[in-house]
């Protein structure tokens, strides 16, 4: 009995930021994106071997954004209530916050422990355009590897196709 009741428990824990994905990829108002690390173009030769254990950690990235409208306010509350109760859950750990009240504000949060992430969190908000959720999920990253890759993102010549679907999703 104990046994039973121990599984039932684990199995459920509540919304994870995962179902909330599934449950709002093909919702109206949401764009779903998921992102091939390909479209980054980075010549692995430049990179430092911190770098490339950083891009070699990274499997995926996914994005999902809501787009505010006249109409759809009330949903837009309900909905940025939920991934804020989801991303509140002490499992996601906060690595930093940023941005202000008029051009919207950002925070990066993770999963895992902190020289060994398994996913990291980005989320934005701004009042008057919606939100962004975008999930890099891979296995042993490293805050600080990843950083250093982030640095050699304006050497890449990136594939932005898929990322000009999000900019004319809020215009």
Do not use: H, W
Request: aromatic share 10%; proline share 4%; hydrophobic share 40%.
């Amino acid at each position: 009995m104990v046994l039973l009741v121990a599984t039932l428990f684990s199995c459920n824990q509540g919304p994870s930021l995962q179902t909330y994905y599934v449950d709002n990829q093909e919702q109206p108002n949401f764009l779903s994106i998921d992102v091939p690390l390909s479209m980054l173009n980075i010549d692995k030769m430049q990179l430092s071997e911190d770098q490339k254990n950083a891009y070699e950690s990274i499997k995926k990235l996914n994005m999902l954004a809501y787009k505010i409208k006249a109409d759809n306010m009330d949903d837009y509350e309900a909905k940025l209530t939920e991934i804020s109760t989801i991303l509140a859950d002490p499992k996601y750990q906060e690595l930093m916050r940023g941005g202000n009240p008029e051009d919207g504000k950002f925070i990066v949060k993770f999963l895992g422990e902190e020289d060994d992430v398994d996913e990291f969190i980005v989320f934005g908000n701004s009042d008057d355009k919606g939100f962004i959720v975008v999930r890099i999920l891979g296995k042993e990253m490293n805050p600080n590897k990843i950083m250093s890759l982030v640095s050699t993102l304006d050497k890449a010549s990136i594939d932005d196709s898929q990322l000009n679907q999000f900019k004319a999703f809020f215009n």
